[in-house]
């Protein structure tokens, strides 16, 4: 598996999800737990991102060692 591959992916999503919590906050009209919202935001954009790119990889290594068992159909 590719770590930083792995990585990369957690840090973009990371982002992504801190702009979801700026949104959130503008929209709600809480500033007070903007803190709170872009933190909740970027970890789990971290986690997922990390998880997606891992999932992603383990089914492309699967698939090589396997290869397509539906192709002598």
Partial sequence: ???RKVMFA????????AMFGLA???????????KILVV??????FVIGIFQ???QQQKKIR?????DIN???
């Fill in 71 to 73: 192709s002598w159909k």
């Fill in 63 to 67: 698939d090589d060692d396997y290869g």
């Fill in 24 to 34: 959130v906050t503008k929209i709600a009209q809480r500033e007070q737990r903007r």
């Fill in 53 to 55: 790119e891992s999932v």
């Fill in 10 to 17: 957690g840090i973009v999503t990371a982002l992504i999800g």
């Fill in 1 to 3: 598996m590719n770590i």
């Fill in 40 to 45: 909740s935001g970027a970890t789990l954009g």
